[in-house]
């Protein structure tokens, strides 16, 4: 697999600068090119680079007086992987910038294809690295309030109603419109209970069809139907001991409602096909976006399992009823991205926040991270502007300081479309592609790589 980055290269001698800039470029990195040891200094505080690639024989500074001078003054998860070029009488120097946190060094002279090896171990290297300090970044705000942000009176209220219903063992029922976060509630009520050690399971019964969905939650045994060569364990037995979350629970059919109601009751569940029942021990987490107390008064929903399931009811209020948490989400979903991307940012504009705080947010906390993450990916700079989140959006709302921020109904097939005909305009080459959309070219990667545009 062959990994693409930003390259920060640094040799006062044009000549090789060029010559190893094109060579680069060639292979598909983003290159910007320096032959002055004190622009490359402002450059690595302006942005951020995968590679910094530095002769040390120069004659404004040393590239081992660079590397030292960027080393005391970065923290190290926010450096790029440092590489230095010297020549055979200054190998102590490059031995000094491993020391010093440089990851290897190229002898001059040296082959090309040395060079692009080099350069994608340290790529290499640099992914690794993002992707372990996003994990733990993940891991470490599961307690911080189990990873929902917000601090609004509303959201209080829902943090602390499922701290008390996680002591207890009780069926919970979590309403809320989509992309409200009601898994997360879920996770923060099976973390803080006793059965935190054993499994959450989570299912979409709206994602499974509904012929298959009686044997994903019960199990079958072999025989059982057609292709039932293997005898298969159900959800509910998998989390025997744990939680079990059953996501859209509005869309389940009449018939699978009957078989709920009964394993709520019994607490004890018949894999299809078997003649005897497993006894369980599971608390059920339940999610909806419908009123299920209109489709009890429809008949579309048993009126038994829905208090069954409604023992300890919890409501997400939608982000557009709770806008005192959309600075803190954004700035959370903007550190977010920005340490999975390897992008550096200052702040984002004013203007820029006033119009989110507006916006209506009819996807909730799920849209608004959406937005975010293009906006991270397409800001040159680091500051995130009205452009950068208005950028391959849909038709504007128009809230004050933020054009064309809502999305279309399939958004997707809109950004999809705008990249395609791009290339096809600029003639397949993706820098002119990228310059017709008025994007940087990290950010054509991105979305060539989201809708493997590019084989």
Known sequence: MTHRGSILLVDDEEKILKALGRALRDAGHLVVETASPRQAQRLLGERTFDVLLVDNMMPELSGLDLIREF?????EGERPQILMMTAHATVESALEAMKLGALDYLQKPFEIDELLVVVRRALEHQRLRTDYRYLVNERDEQFDHYGIVGRSRAMEEVIKRAELVAETKSTVLITGETGTGKELVARAIHDRSAQRDMPLIKVNCAAIPETLLESELFGHVRGAFTGATTTKKGKFALADGGSIFLDEIGTMSPTLQSKLLRVLQEREVEP???????????????????????MVADGKFQEDLFYRLNVIPIEIPPLRERRDDIPALVEHFVKKHAQRTGRRFDKMDDSVL???????WPGNVRELENTIERAVVLSPGPVITARAVSVLGGPAQQPAGLPSLKL????EWVERETIRRALENAGGVKKDAAE???ISQRALSYYLAKYRLES
């Open 436 to 438: 017709l959309m008025g």
């Open 272 to 294: 299809l096909g078997s003649e005897r029942t497993e006894k369980i021990d599971v608390r059920v987490i339940a999610a909806t976006n419908r009123d299920l107390r209109q």
């Open 354 to 360: 006033a119009g989110l705080q507006q916006y209506d």
């Open 71 to 75: 080393v005391a003054s970065t923290p």
């Open 408 to 411: 279309r109904q399939n958004i």
